[in-house]
């Protein structure tokens, strides 16, 4: 089973950067995404890569503002956030994509990013 640990989460101020990583226990699922869930809301699907093209996917809402890296070697997944607003405050998680199920079928215990005014 995968042991996904996040890491990077903080406060900041609208316009800053931040970085999220994630440590993969190995790397047997398809791919990882980057979820988020903001209080009071569903979870929503930020971005996704997967490992072996390194094919990335994101929510309308970050384009051109987030980037999902991996570092295979790391077994690491990062999400590089800048110009960061505050309707991106929310608990980040991570999540990796069984290769049979498709399914995000093994998560992280999340990372909390809040931004500021």
Not at 23 to 49: C, D, H, L, N, Y
Not at 61 to 76: L, M, Y
């Amino acid at each position: 089973q995968v042991q996904l640990v996040e890491s990077g989460g903080g406060l900041v101020q609208a316009g800053a950067s931040l970085r999220l990583s994630c440590a993969a226990s190995e790397r047997t699922s398809s791919a990882m995404g980057w979820f988020r869930q903001a209080p009071g809301k569903e979870r929503e699907f930020v971005a996704s890569i997967t490992w072996s093209r390194g094919n990335t996917y994101y929510a309308d809402s970050v384009k051109g503002r987030f980037t999902i890296s991996r570092d295979n070697a790391k077994n690491t997944v990062y999400l590089q956030m800048n110009s960061l607003k505050r309707d991106d405050t929310a608990v980040y998680s991570c999540a990796a994509r069984d290769h049979q199920t498709g399914a995000y079928d093994y998560w992280g215990q999340g990372t909390q990013v809040t931004v500021s005014s």
